[in-house]
C-alpha cells in the first residue's frame, strides 16, 4: 500500500513539473513572440527535408518506440510461460536501445543544422530531455537483484523517469508541430490528429493492462463453474455415488 502512495505522489509531481515546463512565463511568451515575428522561418528544400527528419526521428523514439517499451515490460507481467517473459524483457530492451539511438540521431541533426538559441519551449524541453533519455538506459543497466534492498527505490526510479520521458517527450512533440506551424505558416493537423489517435490508443492499452490478468481469471473462474455445473451424478453398483463428467 504505502508503494502504491509514494507511485502517486512521484507520479502527482511529476505532472506538476511537466506542465510547469510547459506553461511558459510572460517574459518566455514575449521574447518566443518577438523572435518568430523578428526571424520568420524560410523553408528550403533542404531545411524542410530535414526538418521531416528531425520530427519523424522524435517521435519514432519518444512518441512510438519508448511507450511500446513500457507496454512491453508491463505485459510481461501478466505472462506465465518463461520463455515469454523473457522474450518480452529483451523486446522491451531493444525498442529501448533503438529509441535512445534515433534520439541522438535527431539531436544531432538538430544541432548541426538549426538555430540553437534555446530560446522556446520546444528546444528547452529537448534539451532536457535529450539528458533523461541518456540517464534511463544508465540506471536499467544498474539494475539490483530482486530481494535486494534499493530494489523498490530502483523501480519506482526507473518507472518514474520512463514514464515522465514518454510523456514530456510526447508533449514536446506537439509543441513542436505548434512551432512548426507558427514558424512556417504551413499546417500540421493532419499530424496532429494522427499523433492524438495514436496517444489514445496507447493510453487505452496501458490502462487496461493493469485489468487483463483480473478478466482472465474471472473467465478461468467462469469456466470451472460451467464444468463443475456439467457433471453428473450416477449410482454405482455398491451403492456409492461416483462423478461422471461428460
Known amino acids: 500500500m ?3 502512495k509514494r507511485k502517486g505522489l512521484l507520479l502527482a509531481s511529476a505532472c506538476c513539473v511537466i506542465l510547469l515546463l510547459l506553461t511558459p512565463t510572460q517574459g518566455d511568451s514575449n521574447s518566443e513572440q518577438s523572435y518568430k515575428i523578428a526571424q520568420p522561418l524560410e523553408l528550403t528544400p533542404k531545411l524542410s527535408l530535414q526538418l ?10 519518444v512518441g512510438f518506440l519508448m ?14 510461460s518463461a520463455k515469454s517473459v523473457k522474450l518480452l524483457f529483451y523486446c522491451h530492451i ?9 534520439a541522438t540521431a535527431g ?7 538549426f538555430e540553437n538559441a534555446f530560446n522556446n519551449t520546444h528546444q528547452r524541453i529537448g534539451l532536457a530531455l535529450y539528458g533523461f533519455i541518456w540517464l534511463q538506459p544508465l540506471i536499467g543497466f544498474l539494475r539490483p537483484d530482486r530481494g535486494m534492498r534499493f530494489r523498490s ?3 519506482l526510479t526507473h518507472w518514474l523517469l520512463g514514464i515522465g520521458i514518454c510523456v514530456v517527450g510526447v508533449a514536446n512533440v506537439y509543441v513542436g508541430l505548434h512551432t512548426y506551424e507558427e514558424r512556417t505558416g504551413r499546417s500540421a493537423r493532419l499530424w496532429t490528429v494522427l499523433l492524438t489517435v495514436e496517444v489514445a490508443a496507447m493510453a487505452f492499452v496501458y490502462l487496461f493492462q493493469d485489468r487483463w490478468s483480473y478478466v482472465v481469471r474471472q473467465a478461468e473462474a467462469a469456466l470451472g ?10 449410482p454405482a453398483n455398491d451403492h456409492k455415488e461416483v462423478i461422471v463428467v461428460p
Open 2 to 4: 504505502l508503494l502504491f
Open 52 to 61: 521531416k527528419l528531425h520530427a519523424f526521428l522524435l517521435w519514432s523514439s
Open 67 to 80: 511507450p511500446i517499451g513500457v507496454l512491453l515490460i508491463r505485459a510481461s507481467s501478466n505472462v506465465k
Open 94 to 102: 531493444g525498442s529501448q536501445i533503438v529509441a535512445v539511438v534515433l
Open 107 to 113: 539531436a544531432v541533426l538538430s544541432i548541426s543544422n
Open 153 to 155: 527505490a530502483w523501480y
Open 225 to 234: 463453474d460451467e464444468q463443475s455445473e456439467g457433471s453428473t451424478m450416477y
